[in-house]
């Protein structure tokens, strides 16, 4: 079988506004299952860092509303504005896989990382 390499690294964000539109149930349920320093409709404010945590922290069930409710462009978006700390090697990796984001032969990118100086 062969893999192609598919990088579909998107120029512009998706519109932030209509993401939670069409999908402010399923970010509501993630929000309150992950991000629990602030309110859901808070994190709300921030759509990407509330899919990036059910992304990486995610249970099976997770898993599966993302993959059947999220454009695979919307995700390999998320992942490239991923900011340091929001997804671990192995839910980076994992991700990239996925989305087939890299050749099957081609090495994982190093997830962002806090640069101190």
Sequence with gaps: MVHQKVKKWYTESVDKNTLVETHR??????????IWWESPQEALRRPYRVLAS??????LE????????FDPELLSD???NAEAGWFT????????????LVDINEPVP????????
């Design 54 to 59: 059910a992304m990486n922290i995610g249970s």
């Design 110 to 117: 190093p997830p962002p990382e806090r640069v101190f100086s």
């Design 25 to 34: 149930n399923i970010l509501l349920d993630f929000a309150k299952k992950y």
């Design 78 to 80: 998320v992942l490239k």
């Design 62 to 69: 997770d898993y599966q509303c993302i993959r059947q409710s």
């Design 89 to 100: 090697k192995r839910s980076w990796s994992f991700w990239h896989r996925v989305l087939n």
